[in-house]
């Protein structure tokens, strides 16, 4: 069985090839007993000259996508991170608002000490990325 995966699908030949791969993948597994959850594989086409082509794995069509979210980092096909920066600001606003609600001492290095334990972790995640 061969897998090609991290190719890029622009033609015909390349996606007859991952419709092949994927019903490869789906023979392997019912092959070795580790039954796939379709409902949860999805599709992201990515790039202004993709085709967009439907995609089947053990009779069910994969669904389409244009954001997911996997380890709260959101993936969106344009890959612009507007979405994954808001909510970011979001969380850490929501534990700013929980600091001022529940916490009487307000020194400033008892504040400093919450920032960076509670709020800063959440602004810095996947960040690198």
């Known amino acids: 069985m061969i897998l090609r995966f991290n190719h890029v699908v622009n033609s015909s030949t390349g996606i007859e090839n991952l419709r092949s791969d994927l019903h490869n993948l789906v023979a392997w597994s019912n092959e070795w007993q580790m039954l ?7 599709v992201m086409h ?8 439907d995609y089947v794995m053990d009779g069910s069509v994969l669904q ?3 954001e997911e979210e996997d380890l709260e980092v959101i993936m969106t096909d344009d890959f612009k991170w507007e979405k994954q920066c808001c909510e970011a600001v979001k969380k850490a ?7 001022k609600r529940n916490f009487t001492d307000r020194s400033q290095s ?10 800063r972790p959440h602004l810095e995640y996947c960040c690198s990325v």
């Open 36 to 42: 796939l959850n379709i409902e949860k594989y999805k």
């Open 93 to 99: 606003n929501r534990i700013l608002g929980m600091i």
């Open 46 to 53: 990515v790039g202004y000259n993709n085709p967009k082509a």
């Open 64 to 66: 389409s996508v244009s």
């Open 110 to 119: 008892t504040l400093i000490h919450l920032y960076k334990s509670l709020v």
